[in-house]
T-cell receptor, first 114, second 115 residues
Framework: KAGVTQTPRYLIKTRGQQVTLSCSPI?????VSWYQQTPGQGLQFLFE???????NKGNFPGRFSGRQFSNSRSEMNVSTLELGDSALYLC?????????????FGEGSRLTVL | GESVGLHLPTLSVQEGDNSIINCAYS??????FIWYKQESGKGPQFIID?????DKRQGQRVTVLLNKTVKHLSLQIAATQPGDSAVYFC??????????????FGKGTHLIIQP
């Protein structure tokens, strides 16, 4: 079956703009998590959604938000972009709520903020 | 590229040798640990996991060892192959209350396979 699909794969924005990233989980998976990966901070947890509800949230400012739709697809939004938001944003899906069990990651959306 | 400014420990091994990648975790309450492999331009890929009630688990060519006393996790890869070249991350998870927090990832180790 198809893996986790993230779109767009690459994008360039300027400071102050906002961006929306999309994630389609593996069919049947109801949990979607988002992670930010940067050279300095590594992989950091953003939030997790299960059945359209945000279950857990990492230590990121309110400019980072997300949502999950009834078909389990998820989007994350970053408003008022800052240079430090440049990163690879990874989405992971799981058949289980929370992060116990195997997470399947997409290939990420690479955001560059100029 | 992604490697600019990335200060990863690097482990270089000869093809065919065994590799051991180490990871120290900080939260003694963590009860679930996972190793991921990330190849260039791809997302992390699950390798193997272990729960805190175990100290060893084996997969195909990989073994994870957990030492809760010193909060240390290791990944052993037997008969290393060129396709094993990647960055390896350990991750820990703590179940608090009714839900699980996100995974906490280590900084990663870049495994380089020498021919």
């Amino acid at each position: 079956k198809a893996g986790v699909t993230q779109t767009p794969r690459y994008l360039i924005k300027t400071r102050g703009q906002q961006v929306t990233l999309s994630c389609s989980p593996i069919s049947g998976h109801r949990s979607v998590s988002w992670y930010q990966q940067t050279p300095g901070q590594g992989l950091q947890f953003l939030f997790e959604y299960f059945s359209e509800t945000q279950r857990n949230k990492g230590n990121f400012p309110g400019r980072f938000s997300g949502r999950q739709f009834s078909n389990s697809r998820s989007e994350m939004n970053v408003s008022t972009l800052e240079l430090g938001d440049s990163a690879l944003y990874l989405c992971a899906s799981s058949s289980l709520q929370g992060t116990t069990g195997e997470l399947f990651f997409g290939e990420g959306s690479r955001l560059t903020v100029l | 590229g992604e490697s600019v400014g990335l200060h990863l420990p690097t482990l270089s091994v000869q093809e065919g040798d065994n590799s051991i990648i180490n990871c120290a975790y900080s939260n003694s309450a963590s009860d679930y640990f996972i190793w991921y492999k990330q190849e260039s331009g791809k997302g992390p890929q699950f390798i193997i996991d272990i729960r805190s009630n175990m100290d060893k688990r084996q997969g195909q060519r990989v073994t994870v060892l957990l030492n809760k006393t010193v909060k240390h996790l290791s990944l052993q890869i037997a008969a290393t192959q060129p396709g094993d070249s990647a960055v390896y991350f350990c991750a820990e998870n703590t179940h608090s209350g009714g839900g699980a927090d996100g995974l906490t990832f280590g900084k990663g180790t870049h495994l380089i396979i020498q021919p």
